[in-house]
T-cell receptor, first 114, second 112 residues
């Protein structure tokens, strides 16, 4: 049973560049959420996608955008990268936006901005 | 969403029960208590959740006090693989409230 798959696992980008991270949800799940985790901190919610629409958004600037495809996979795009965007980016999937049954997280993409 | 307070770190001997406390004194009637853990270099893993009754699954037990202002996650027989950061999260269980608010969590170190 494939869990949540994220790609790439590691990435190094230069300040000012743009980056796209990808997530395939667990089989049977239709909702994807993205989190940013800085070193030594708990994950912070970026946004959630359900039915190909952004349903809820955390306190992140418009440089962070996303997309969900008909097969439920999702992308996270970050424009004009800053050094402070260096973090572990986590994707979580669930069946429906109601987290009553818990989310399944991927292992994340480690983004380093230099 | 209600805030939670957890100890920064705890130790537990291998094979013994690990009891991780969480205070959530401002919890409201429709908010659930969720527990996740994060092993180093991995994404968070869902453990268990509850509303007001005690819950048990193959991983752990969740004990919620009668006034719901605190809870305890119990790992009955801790192993070295249970070493992780444990997050207690209180939030609505209704639809379209997708975010989980993670705090700093409790770092549990299981020792041989």
């Amino acid at each position: 049973d494939a869990g949540v798959t994220q790609s790439p696992t590691h990435l190094i980008k230069t300040r000012g560049q743009q980056v796209t991270l990808r997530c395939s949800p667990k089989s049977g799940h239709d909702t994807v959420s993205w989190y940013q985790q800085a070193l030594g901190q708990g994950p912070q919610f970026i946004f959630q996608y359900y039915e190909e629409e952004e349903r809820q958004r955390g306190n992140f600037p418009d440089r962070f955008s996303g997309h969900q495809f008909p097969n439920y996979s999702s992308e996270l795009n970050v424009n004009a990268l800053l050094l402070g965007d260096s973090a572990l980016y986590l994707c979580a999937s669930s069946l429906g936006p109601d987290r009553r049954w818990g989310y399944t997280f991927g292992s994340g993409t480690r983004l380093t901005v230099v | 969403d209600a805030k939670t307070t957890q100890p920064t770190s705890m130790d537990c001997a291998e094979g013994r029960a690990a009891n991780l406390p969480c205070n959530h004194s401002t919890i409201s009637g429709n908010e659930y208590v969720y527990w996740y853990r994060q092993i180093h270099s991995q994404g968070p893993q869902y453990i268990i959740h509850g509303l007001k009754n005690n819950e048990t699954n193959e991983m752990a037990s969740l004990i919620i006090t009668e006034d719901r202002k605190s809870s305890t996650l119990i790992l009955p027989h801790a192993t070295l693989r249970d070493t992780a950061v444990y997050y207690c999260i209180v939030s609505h269980g209704s639809s379209n409230t997708g975010k989980l608010i993670f705090g700093q969590g409790t770092t549990l170190q299981v020792k041989p």
